[in-house]
């Protein structure tokens, strides 16, 4: 792939424990995790908590674009189908504990994964982000046309808050549910997934799909199998992005077709892009920073679609794969080397 | 099954493959010859879709000839267009033309959100559909050809695609622009180098395929509405054309127009459930057993 992305800091894991980055991180999860005991606000904590599902997923999906050189147009099929996941097995099966409908949702979402990679891993660039879109345009299609009769079509369905572990959490009224109890799963879901992908990422695996990234053919001489690193990718990202979406399903509490359509794609393409593919934590920002922009640009007037675009153009112009976050990473750092130089 | 109402599918399916043709002709001559994958493209046949019908319901009070809503949906629409992107070429889109295609799907991505609202903010977020009094197609009623009564409109917008799939052949094979845009598509630089000024060749093509989105929205709504969803669909559907003929060719786009066209046309008189979702397969199929399309790889014209 052409399309080249800078290369990732190479950081000791060993060393990067200790540093300010790390105390930051845990003193913003202090104040996420405080501020709705704090606050009492619904109304932000379940902005905070919608922000936390697509941070998840728009991690997921950066798997593929920032560290596998992918663009995928085609992940609202994953995230989807983990919304879907959760309330087709609740309804179906009667299973009310949230863990099993969160861990069935992720399993449903990598298969998806894997069959949508398998088929488009051999595919290159545009192809394979207008292979992606078609096939989960498809999975669309047939949701809104309600085949196989899981979905009812464009009407929807209704979600019911799962329990925990045989506690009947769901008795709770809808905000106390939110504000005690289901943020802070949310919140411990985000944690997870950033520690567990910081590993990942930084592990044999994650340097070869950066690898593949940077020379493909190179990758292919030293022997790494190319096409079938690629579809781990996929299916890992799916998976989490899957997840994103079993948790979100809870928050919002009624499902449509929407959610896969190739306009949700877009929207995790974006929050990613907002934030900086090139970076490790610049989706968890672009996602923050997305649902925040979108939510001020509907205050102040009905037409946000034409904020949302041009940030979008600007960042592509300007800032490219360092989004607003690699942004200011630079930025500090050439602070930090003028202080050094005086 | 009476011969009649296979005509009729085949009819409808002609159609379809028409309007097809007109939202994806110029996304793929962009990218043949300018190397721009412009996500926005149809954006410009949602426009020329809402053009049209505030035109015609406007143009009521001052006639209501046929002949003269025909010259507006044929012939004022389409240059109004043309004017109007070769100012966007020069400003919005001059940055997209030398940065990676990702990067341009990306932007241009922003580009459809900023029309969509753009077309919001004057026209309103309901459907807005051609008045009676000046809609060309209940004017034109309907016509017998071979024994089955078609509507005459129609007919005439089959006829427009195929003079305007003509004429762009023409233009290429004929005229020096046409030469010129070929070898641009093989190599932009030694054009350059020739003294020949590109930038102008470019705002030329990016025109003349705007405009071309533009007259296919405008000659759509007669028979549907103008509504934002238009533009969505379309984006869809025309990535599906160009790439089954392969991005980049004439001759791919008529080839899968009309492919698309009749699958739809079959499929929503056979299996009206799942009528898009044949279209998306059939994508997906073509990507991955021939990513270069029927006629992918080639000339413009070859």
């Known amino acids: 792939m052409s399309t080249r992305f800078p290369t990732f800091q190479n950081v000791e894991i060993r060393e990067s424990l200790l540093n300010w980055r790390l105390l930051a991180a845990v003193g913003l999860f202090v104040v996420l995790a405080l501020y709705p005991a704090v606050t009492g606000n619904a109304y932000h904590t379940r902005l905070l908590a919608w922000m936390m599902c697509f941070a998840i997923a728009a991690l997921g999906f950066n798997i593929v674009l920032g560290y596998t050189g992918l663009l995928s147009f085609g992940h609202a099929a994953f995230f989807g189908t983990g919304m879907y996941t959760v309330v087709i097995v609740m309804n179906a099966t009667g299973i009310t504990d949230l863990l099993v409908l969160v861990v069935l949702a992720m399993i449903a979402a990598g298969v998806v994964g894997a069959i949508i990679g398998a088929l488009s891993v051999k595919t290159h660039e545009i192809y394979f982000a207008l292979l992606t879109l078609a096939l989960a345009q498809l999975l669309y299609v047939l949701a809104v046309r309600d085949v196989g009769g899981l979905t009812r079509g464009t009407d929807g369905i209704g979600v019911s808050r799962p329990d925990f572990f045989g506690v009947p959490v769901s008795e709770l009224s809808a905000t106390v549910y939110l504000v005690g109890f289901y943020y802070y799963v949310i919140l411990t879901f985000l944690a997870a997934t950033i520690v567990a992908l910081w590993f990942v990422l930084r592990s044999p695996f994650g340097l070869t799909l950066k690898m593949i990234r940077e020379n493909e053919t190179r990758a292919e001489m030293t022997g790494v199998p190319v096409l079938r690193y690629r579809l781990y990718s996929m299916i890992l990202s799916a998976t989490v992005v899957g997840l994103g979406g079993a948790l979100y399903a809870i928050v919002v509490g009624h499902i449509t077709p929407e959610y896969l359509d190739w306009t949700m794609s877009g929207e995790i393409v974006f929050m990613a892009l907002l934030g900086g593919i090139g970076t490790f934590l610049g989706p968890v920002i672009g996602a923050g920073g997305f649902i925040l922009l979108q939510e001020l640009a509907l205050a102040y007037t009905e037409y946000w679609h034409f904020t949302m675009g041009l940030v979008l153009f600007v960042i592509v112009l300007t800032l490219r794969e360092k989004g607003v976050w690699g942004g200011v990473k630079t930025l500090a750092t050439r602070v930090a080397d003028r202080r050094d130089d005086q | ?302």
Request: charged content about 10%; overall charge negative.
């Open chain 2, 1 to 302: 099954m009476p011969i009649g109402t296979f005509l009729g599918i085949a009819f409808d399916g002609l159609y379809f493959a028409a309007l097809l043709f007109f939202a994806s002709i110029g996304l793929t001559l962009v990218f043949g010859i300018l190397n721009l994958l412009n996500m926005a493209h149809a954006a410009f046949y949602g426009f020329g879709a809402y053009l049209a019908v505030w035109t015609l319901n406007n143009i009521g009070d001052v006639t209501t000839s046929t002949v003269v809503l025909l010259a507006i949906l044929v012939l004022a629409i389409p240059i109004v267009v043309f004017v109007l992107s070769a100012a966007l070429d020069k400003s919005v889109f001059a940055p997209l033309y030398d940065i990676e295609p990702v990067y341009q799907l990306l932007a241009t991505f922003g580009v459809i959100l900023m029309l969509d609202d753009i077309i919001k903010f004057i026209w309103g977020a309901s459907p807005i559909s051609v008045d009676a009094a000046t809609d060309p197609s209940r004017q034109l009623g309907s016509i017998e050809l071979l024994g089955s009564s078609v509507s005459a409109y129609r007919s005439f917008v089959i006829l427009i695609a195929v003079l305007c799939a003509v004429g762009l052949y023409l233009m290429f094979v004929k005229t020096k622009l046409g030469k010129i845009s070929q070898a641009m598509s093989e190599d932009y630089e030694m054009v350059q180098m020739l003294g020949i000024n590109v930038n102008r060749v470019r705002v030329l093509i990016f025109s003349i395929s705007v405009a071309l989105a533009a007259l296919g929205g405008a000659l759509f709504v007669p028979f549907a509405v103008a509504a934002p969803s238009v533009t969505l669909d379309y984006v869809l559907l025309s990535f599906a054309v160009i790439v089954i003929g392969g991005l980049g060719s004439l001759k791919g786009v008529v080839v899968a127009a009309l492919l698309i066209g009749m699958v739809r046309s079959l499929g929503i008189a056979f299996f009206p459930a799942i009528e898009l979702a044949i279209v998306f397969a059939l994508m997906a199929v073509v990507i991955i057993f021939r990513p270069e399309g029927f006629f992918g790889h080639r000339g413009v014209v070859e």
